[in-house]
Each structure stands twice: as structure tokens, then as C-alpha cells.
């Protein structure tokens, strides 16, 4: 049990012990034990298969847990079906009706539980502004681009006004400069309406772009909790390393000359310094000769793949300040040395 965030409310969805086996077989969740604060955006990330989306469907109710309680705002819903629980999902195919139009689909909640006329029309029409959709009431799902059905299907979620939206990789089916710009647009219409998001994902860079928290999935279970900039610096697991970022690991022989100790560590490309063989290290710096086995330009930055002589490869990250500071120096080839602050190195493994 851990306690809540100092500046941050306990108890928007608090998970005790869950876990979920599908016919008897391998755990799809083995022992989840979570607490996401109100009005948190949180992200629960992992590779697929690790068993994120069966969590999300046993916080909606769409699946009931093995074992492991969910409660919602302290209440304990474990029992409860999905339609009574505050809570709305946005899946990732958007489910929206195609013989409706974006009105009576963004309505459609709203009518189900019996909300007056006016009242609906009231709240569809401030649920389309939210997402900058006025104007497009009566058309119908087939006569959108993929970004505006992503939006009614937000819009059709906030109308009701759930305590918690809980989002399915929801813009897993946009193209990557669309997805950018759901991603500002997500975090703007959750910091407008101030309810707790919990979205899954399988990209780390949604996950750290856009969250307050994150939880790292690994095999049904989660590897870590933290702020963004917790998971990447200080990954608690090999694993995390290696999923959120570059992995960039020292073992066995190179952790015993360049580290001084034995275990696994990890430290991030963008850490490393690539210097001439003569250039010194730091009083509190760690360094490693090695070789250039690639050089990979990207634009913004060259990533250095670099053969270390005590074993064992690390990548180093420039940024290409100036035109031409991809390097001419540090080709394939070149016999480099590697430094970074010893604060820098984490361990993530015995
Ligand atoms: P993805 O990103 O691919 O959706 P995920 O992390 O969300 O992956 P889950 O969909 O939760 O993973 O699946 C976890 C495991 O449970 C997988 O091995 C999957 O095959 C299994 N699983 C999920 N749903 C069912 C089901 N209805 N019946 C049987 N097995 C299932």
C-alpha cells in the first residue's frame, strides 16, 4: 500500500490485488495493485499482450477480475456492471452508430437516461464545442476524416460527465501528424474538464508527452509507477529501461571496469559525451573507450553506436547543433571515449 501524492486527491480508481486468467490459462493480469488520483492524466503503457486493455475493461466492467477488487471515487464496484459505474470509454475504433448523426450519436446517453430536450441539446452542443466540432450536427460518421470521428467519439464519452474517461490506445488509428495534434488537443480538453483520464498505449512517447503519471505493464504486471520524467531517469527495471527509451545497458565486464561494481545498469544516450582519446574525464565522471560501429544521422540529432573495449555496445546521442556537426570526426571506425556523470548511471538489475 502505497500513500497518495501529497498534492494530489486520493481515489479516483484505486485497484487492490487484481488479477484476470482467461479460461483457466496464463495470467492476462497477475496482481495489480493501483492508485490514480482526480484529475490525473494517467497512462498505463506496455508492449502488447502485457495485459493494459483487460485492466482498462476491468475498471469499465466489461470484464470481471479473478481476483482483486476495483474501487471508483472509494466505492467498491468489483460487482457493479459497466452502466453503473461513472465512468466512459473511448475505444479505438471509436464505436460510434453509422445510421446516426453526430447529434443523436453524442446524444445518445443522454436520451438512454432520460435527460429532458433541451437539456440534451444543451449539453450535445457544448460537448461539440469542446472538441471544435460545431457545425457538423447533422452529418453522419461516414462523412468525417478519421481526426473528427476520434472527437465525436470524446464528445459522445464527456457528455455524460464521468467521474473517470478511460481510453483505449484512442488514437491508434490516426496518421502520425494527426496523432500529434489529438495529443495537444487530448491534454487541452482534459485540463478544460478536469476529469481523470486513464489511457492505454503501447508508444512511449504518447505515454511521456502526454501524462501525469505512468504505469510500465510488463507480463500482467506493472514494472513501475511514476511521473514521466521518474520512468525515464530513474527506471526501477531492466525492462523499463529498455521499453520507455533507448536501452543502453552496462553488465557483466563492463559494469566491473567501467562502473566499478557488478549488477546491470543503465544510463541514457543523451547522458553520454563522445570525446577524443585524449580529451580527460571529469573528477565525476564515469568513461569507457570504445570504437564508432555506426553512425545513424536523424536529423535533429546522429545517434553513435559505440563497441565499448571492456564489452558490450552503448549508444550516444548529439544534437546537431550546427550544420555539418554530424561530425566528420567521429566516422565508423573511430576510436572514441565515452563519458557521463556517475549520477547518471542507474541500476536496474543485480
Ligand atoms: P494490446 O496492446 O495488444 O491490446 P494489451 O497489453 O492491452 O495488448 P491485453 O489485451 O490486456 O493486452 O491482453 C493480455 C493477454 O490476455 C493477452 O495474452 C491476450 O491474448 C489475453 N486475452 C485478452 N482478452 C482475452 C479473451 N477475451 N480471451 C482470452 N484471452 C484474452
Redesign the pocket.
Known amino acids: 500500500d502505497s500513500p497518495p501524492h501529497p498534492d494530489r486527491p486520493a481515489g479516483a480508481v484505486r485497484l487492490e490485488g487484481l488479477a484476470k486468467s482467461?479460461?483457466g490459462r496464463?495470467r492476462?493480469v497477475d496482481g495489480v495493485d493501483l492508485e490514480i488520483g482526480e484529475g490525473e492524466f494517467f497512462a498505463m503503457l506496455?508492449?502488447?499482450?502485457?495485459?493494459?486493455?483487460?485492466?482498462l475493461r476491468m475498471i469499465a466492467g466489461f470484464e470481471r477480475p479473478t481476483a482483486g477488487r476495483v474501487l471508483l471515487g472509494g466505492v467498491d464496484v468489483t460487482a457493479l456492471p459497466p452502466f453503473d459505474r461513472d465512468v466512459n470509454t473511448v475505444f479505438q475504433d471509436y464505436a460510434l452508430f453509422p445510421h446516426m448523426t453526430i447529434e443523436q450519436n453524442v446524444g445518445y446517453g443522454l436520451m438512454v437516461r432520460r435527460v429532458p430536450k433541451a437539456e440534451r441539446a444543451e449539453r450535445v452542443r457544448a460537448a461539440l464545442a469542446m472538441v471544435r466540432l460545431e457545425g457538423f450536427e447533422r452529418r453522419r460518421p461516414a462523412q468525417l476524416s478519421g481526426g473528427q470521428r476520434q472527437r465525436v467519439a470524446l464528445a459522445r464519452a464527456l457528455v455524460n460527465r464521468p467521474k473517470v474517461l478511460l481510453l483505449d490506445?484512442p488514437l491508434g488509428a490516426l496518421d502520425l501528424k494527426l496523432r500529434h495534434e489529438m495529443q495537444a488537443e487530448l491534454k487541452r480538453i482534459q485540463r478544460e474538464v478536469g476529469i481523470t483520464f486513464v489511457f492505454?498505449t503501447?508508444d512511449q512517447d504518447e505515454a511521456l508527452t502526454m501524462s501525469d503519471r505512468v504505469a510500465v505493464?510488463n507480463a500482467?504486471r506493472i514494472e513501475q509507477v511514476g511521473s514521466p520524467a521518474e520512468v525515464y531517469e530513474h527506471p526501477a527495471t531492466a525492462f523499463v529501461a529498455g521499453f520507455v527509451g533507448t536501452s543502453n545497458l552496462l553488465d557483466g565486464a563492463a559494469a566491473e571496469q567501467v562502473v566499478g561494481e557488478t549488477g546491470l545498469f543503465s544510463v541514457r544516450p543523451e547522458k553520454i559525451r563522445i570525446a577524443h582519446p585524449d580529451d580527460p574525464a571529469g573528477p565525476d565522471e564515469l568513461s569507457a573507450t570504445g570504437r564508432v560501429a555506426e553512425v545513424v544521422y536523424a536529423g535533429g540529432h546522429t545517434r553513435f553506436l559505440v563497441d565499448l573495449e571492456a564489452g558490450g555496445r552503448l549508444t550516444a546521442v548529439r544534437q546537431n547543433l550546427d550544420e555539418g556537426s554530424a561530425d566528420v570526426l567521429r566516422h565508423r571506425g573511430t576510436d572514441v571515449v565515452l563519458a557521463w556523470q556517475r549520477k547518471h548511471t542507474v541500476r536496474v538489475g543485480p
Not at 506496455?46 to 485492466?55: A, F, M
Open positions: 482467461f479460461d496464463v492476462a506496455g508492449p502488447s499482450g502485457s495485459g493494459k486493455t483487460t485492466v490506445e492505454v503501447h505493464f500482467g
